[in-house]
């Protein structure tokens, strides 16, 4: 399982002798004024000292004290090294005013906001945006409407598109995200309201016990288009539901089509086992392509576990993404200020930053690696093939081999086990053992002979089913694993495709199971596992073509693997 240490290692805050400031201050809800009129509040964290400080300010929905903005980058240790900085509660939550609509105002309120942090007395000028998720998203929402003052962003566990891995991907809705963002972000609604207290403390117990039972209750209601929880409280949605019926409302977080526009560097931050792992890379290569410098950094995390353990694999301390070096620069906080001082500071400040474009941790050897570009140019597809039995090789069939298939019924889908998610916490993601699932009849396993050698896999996996259903719509789920020694089965990543109509006819599919850096080692077995569902991930096809209606029939799936209709998964493999 390799090292279980979590002995973090220490190092100075100011590694290259920077002396850091012996004070700073706090001023609480300090206003910003949108050009609508509308006032915005934030906290700002400033070094004692009569300045100027570069700044750099965050944006968020979840309350400008909450600890995860510390995890992101810790405001105090900022000041300490010299900037000031801003967290700012978005429109509508906690103590900004307006009215709260998920994305829909985060770009002109960016643009003021960064604006506003720029003429505040102490400010050199220069902003700099940080954060991740929904606060990755606030920034790409400011770049896109290009305020002078910014100078340079860092988005961290952000999409690119929110049809691919917010709001849906492959088709299918981001079911397990959507209802408890919607809830937890509700009681802030709630907390607002004018209700008196007695009827605001029963609400809030409703909400809480909507969301512990969830897991057995409240994703199985259907339709999911009118989900009774998100009905009875009327609380603003994440927008997966909302753009079923709006495609227009995908529009407001969509950073894909848009990297022409932000002019400022950027650096990026993303997790392997992270909801948002391929937009991160995306967004990586959209800015490399317009000139920018750009900058990625992709460790072995989920959204929200960044140390061991991840899943149930430990990765080292060397995986760590705080307290523990993971570049030369320090941790991940490290790296991000250095980001800033380069951007930020006039003139610039002798800086510790790599040279390369990327640097990612390779699962399996737990180490770092320095590339020149992603994709990683010493990575080669390489097919391997599914095979009647079970078996996975890199030979292709050379005859008419029986087809292999199992009965999927959305009464009793699939469950997910680990991932690439962000769920409730009884669904933790990362790598998880996945007997559990495999042992089920709707669920096809294969498997490759123990490997002869080290295997490294860098770079986008993809799937290509030739398959049929028995029902019109239905689904294909496929999952790329490790088999240890010990038949222990870890998922690596995975994909959807949702067919909606002509699934009953035999044809070529193409499942993207996003990106990895993985060395599977000699002894071990590749596996991949094929199913029609991973609930409550994703929602149920409901196999009828029908996704509004509380119907469900079960269908018999069908996947080729013969000379004609091959099957296989296409594997990076670096030499």
Same mark, same amino acid.
């Given at each position: ?89 978005? /429109?509508? #939550? !906690?103590?900004?005013? %307006? ?7 985060? @770009? $002109?309120?960016?643009?003021?906001? =960064? ?116 009905? /009875?409280? #009327? !609380?603003?949605?994440? %927008? ?7 495609? @227009? $409302?995908?529009?407001?977080?969509? =950073? ?132 009647? @039995? ?186």
């Amino acid at each position: 399982m390799g090292s279980d240490s979590d002995t973090a290692l220490d190092h100075s805050p100011a590694r290259d002798g920077r002396s850091a400031p012996p004070s700073m201050e706090i001023d609480f809800d300090v206003p910003a004024l949108m050009r609508d009129g509308t006032t915005l509040r934030a906290n700002v964290y400033r070094p004692s000292g009569t300045g100027p400080f570069p700044t750099l300010l965050t944006r968020t929905p979840y309350g400008k004290e909450s600890l995860e903005v510390a995890t992101m980058l810790d405001p105090i240790k900022a000041a300490r090294e010299g900037f000031m900085v801003i967290v700012q509660d978005t /429109r509508g #939550r !906690f103590s900004s005013d %307006g009215e709260w609509e998920p994305f829909r105002f985060e @770009g $002109v309120d960016g643009f003021d906001s =960064v604006e506003w942090a720029a003429g505040l007395p102490l400010s050199n000028g220069k902003v700099g945006l940080f954060g991740e998720s929904y606060l990755g998203s606030t920034q790409w929402s400011a770049a896109i409407e290009q305020p002078p003052s910014l100078k340079a962003i860092a988005p961290a566990l952000t999409w690119a598109d929110p049809m691919d891995g917010l709001f849906a991907r492959g088709g299918a809705v981001e079911l397990g995200l959507t209802i408890p963002w919607t809830l937890e972000t509700g009681l802030d609604s709630l907390a607002r309201s004018e209700a008196s207290a007695e009827d605001t403390d029963r609400l809030i117990g409703a909400v809480l016990d909507d969301y512990d039972g969830l897991a057995a209750e409240g994703y199985w209601e259907l339709p999911v288009a009118t989900n009774s929880i998100l009905e /009875r409280y #009327r !609380f603003q949605e994440l %927008g997966a539901i909302k753009a079923l019926g709006e495609p @227009g $409302v995908a529009d407001w977080c969509r =950073v894909a089509g848009r990297y022409d526009r932000v002019e400022v560097p950027s650096l990026h931050i993303a997790g392997w086992y992270d909801v948002f792992l391929q937009g991160t890379i995306d967004n990586f290569l959209g800015m490399v392509g317009t000139g920018q410098e750009s900058r990625l950094v992709v460790g072995p995390w989920t959204h929200g576990r960044f140390a061991d353990p991840i899943g149930e694999i430990a990765f080292g301390a060397r995986g760590a993404r705080y307290e523990a070096p993971n570049n030369r620069c320090g941790d991940t906080t490290d790296l991000q200020l250095d980001w800033f001082r380069r951007h930020l500071t006039e003139p610039k400040e002798t800086l510790s930053l790599p040279d390369t474009q990327v640097r990612l941790f390779v699962m399996g050897r737990n180490e770092w690696r320095d590339l020149s570009a992603w994709p990683d140019t010493g990575s080669q597809g390489e097919r391997w093939f599914l095979h009647h @039995g079970g078996g996975i090789t890199t030979s292709p069939p050379e005859s008419a081999e029986p087809h292999s298939e199992y009965v999927y019924d959305p009464g009793d889908p699939t469950p997910t086990l680990g991932g690439q998610i962000l769920l409730v916490p009884a669904i933790p993601g990362g790598p998880v053992d996945q007997g559990s699932i495999e042992g089920r009849e709707d669920v096809c396993v294969f498997t490759t002979a123990p490997l002869e050698r080290d295997i490294e896999v860098t770079g986008r996996v993809r799937v290509v089913l030739h398959a049929v259903s028995s029902a019109t719509s239905t689904d294909w789920v496929v999952r790329l694993c490790e088999v240890w020694p010990d038949g222990r089965a870890f998922n690596v990543c995975d994909g959807i495709l949702r067919v909606s109509s002509g699934a009953d006819s035999l044809r070529r599919r193409e499942i993207d199971l996003w990106s990895t850096s993985k060395v599977f080692k000699a002894g071990r077995r590749i596996r991949v596992d094929i199913a029609s569902s991973s609930f409550p991930r994703w929602d149920r096809n409901l196999n009828t073509g029908d996704q509004g209606s509380s119907m469900f029939v079960s269908a018999r799936q069908r996947i080729c693997h013969d000379v004609d209709h091959p099957s296989y998964i296409e594997l990076p493999v670096t030499s």
